[in-house]
């Protein structure tokens, strides 16, 4: 009999993360040649030519280490974002930067203020350290910043904020989210992550870098996954004071981002007409999502994101199951703390054209 080795008490509640189904174990499992993945926020028009002439021009230093720190990848986001080179870390995705905080600043019963429901991994994060992950509960799929602000005790040492909010696709009203620094004491840690920051082009949707100088306790995530469809390179970053990064650091792996991916991120910043073309087409396929839903009768939360949550009157499980079957790949809203739901990834035309006639069939 194999005796199992006893894991540290932090990890006993916690479950692995369950990332949407990958379309190779789709095949796999169903049989189907066509699969459509609309189920992880991809972006679904690829990313940059120029990021994959920069990668294969970088293929042949790949026996040696990156450089640690990504300089040529953080001065070059320093010029693009108008802030310092200083201010800003890389990170293996941005959910890295996420561990390196709590890991850097958490301590046993520590307590971390985030909104229920959001991205996972924060919450995660806090538990492996044996912090204390204090849920404030959406108000209509928006962060509730006064029930947020109330929950602040001495032992807070964090606040994070999703914006927009992963799954609702949610942003917070400029003026509140600005109140709302305002009124965060400086000892405590506000962490804004802003993965879907290139999608939103509403005038509601406050800009953050400018409030650096004047928050010192403010940090700012973002990545290169969504829009920039470098998901699979793993490469994000985080805009903050040099003094909460010298923390980072001291626990960050040395080498936490390859070469391609840092040449990939630095050659993507160079190409703004495909950001920009793939922003409008998300725009375009939200609005044909949007109105085809409305034609069903369904609701959905407004969405400044590249996804949709989309409510019903049965489980989403149900419906990810029997979408399954057809080949399209989306999220049970029962992964995401809203049984009654689906979230949906906006993907190209077709794939939008695809989804709808499939879900018609599954409702019907």
């Known amino acids: 009999?194999?005796?199992?080795?006893?894991?540290?008490?932090?990890?006993?509640?916690?479950?692995?993360?369950?990332?949407?189904?990958?379309?190779?174990?789709?095949?796999?499992?169903?049989?189907?040649?066509?699969?459509?993945?609309?189920?992880?926020?991809?972006?679904?028009?690829?990313?940059?030519?120029?990021?994959?002439?920069?990668?294969?021009?970088?293929?042949?230093?790949?026996?040696?280490?990156?450089?640690?720190?990504?300089?040529?990848?953080?001065?070059?986001?320093?010029?693009?974002?108008?802030?310092?080179?200083?201010?800003i870390i890389i990170g293996n995705g941005s959910d890295e930067i996420i561990r390196l905080l709590t890991r850097s600043y958490i301590a046993e019963n520590d307590e971390v203020i985030m909104p229920d429901v959001t991205f996972p991994r924060y919450e995660t994060n806090v538990l492996?350290?044996?912090?204390?992950?204090?849920?404030?509960?959406?108000?209509?799929?928006?962060?509730?910043?006064?029930?947020m602000y109330k929950a602040i005790t001495d032992k807070t040492k964090m606040i994070v904020i999703c914006n927009p909010n992963n799954p609702t696709g949610t942003i917070i009203e400029k003026a509140k989210l600005e109140a709302f620094m305002s009124k965060v004491p400086k000892h405590i840690l506000?962490?804004?992550?802003?993965?879907?920051?290139?999608?939103?082009?509403?005038?509601?949707?406050?800009?953050?870098i400018p409030y650096l100088e004047a928050h010192p306790n403010l940090v700012i995530l973002r990545t290169f996954s969504k829009i920039y469809g470098l998901a699979s390179l793993r490469i994000g970053y985080g805009i903050m004071q040099p003094s909460i990064i010298e923390e980072l650091v001291k626990v960050k792996d040395a080498f936490n981002t390859n070469r391609l991916a840092q040449a990939a991120a630095v050659a993507s910043l160079e190409d703004d007409a495909f950001v920009k073309y793939c922003?409008?087409?998300?725009?375009?396929?939200?609005?044909?999502?949007?109105?085809?839903?409305?034609?069903?009768?369904?609701?959905?939360f407004p969405s400044h994101a590249n996804f949709l949550m989309i409510k019903?009157?049965?489980?989403?499980?149900?419906?990810?199951?029997?979408?399954?079957?057809?080949?399209?790949?989306?999220?049970?809203?029962?992964?995401?703390?809203?049984d009654d739901t689906i979230r949906v990834s906006i993907g190209s035309q077709e794939e939008n054209e695809e989804f709808i006639q499939a879900l018609k069939i599954i409702l019907n």
């Open 190 to 208: 506000l962490i804004i992550d802003e993965a879907y920051y290139e999608y939103v082009n509403d005038e509601e949707y406050l800009e953050t």
């Open 128 to 147: 492996i350290e044996g912090g204390s992950p204090v849920l404030v509960p959406l108000i209509d799929g928006v962060h509730d910043l006064d029930s």
């Open 1 to 87: 009999m194999t005796t199992k080795i006893p894991a540290r008490k932090n990890l006993k509640n916690i479950s692995a993360y369950v990332a949407g189904k990958p379309i190779e174990e789709v095949q796999r499992e169903l049989g189907l040649t066509r699969i459509i993945k609309l189920a992880s926020n991809e972006n679904p028009y690829g990313y940059s030519q120029l990021a994959k002439k920069a990668m294969l021009a970088e293929m042949d230093q790949t026996a040696y280490y990156p450089e640690g720190m990504a300089p040529a990848l953080a001065e070059k986001l320093a010029v693009k974002l108008d802030t310092k080179k200083e201010n």
């Open 312 to 338: 019903l009157n049965q489980p989403g499980k149900e419906i990810f199951e029997g979408l399954l079957k057809q080949g399209i790949i989306i999220r049970s809203g029962h992964l995401l703390g809203y």
């Open 279 to 300: 922003a409008n087409q998300n725009q375009l396929g939200k609005v044909y999502l949007q109105t085809e839903l409305s034609k069903m009768g369904l609701e959905y």
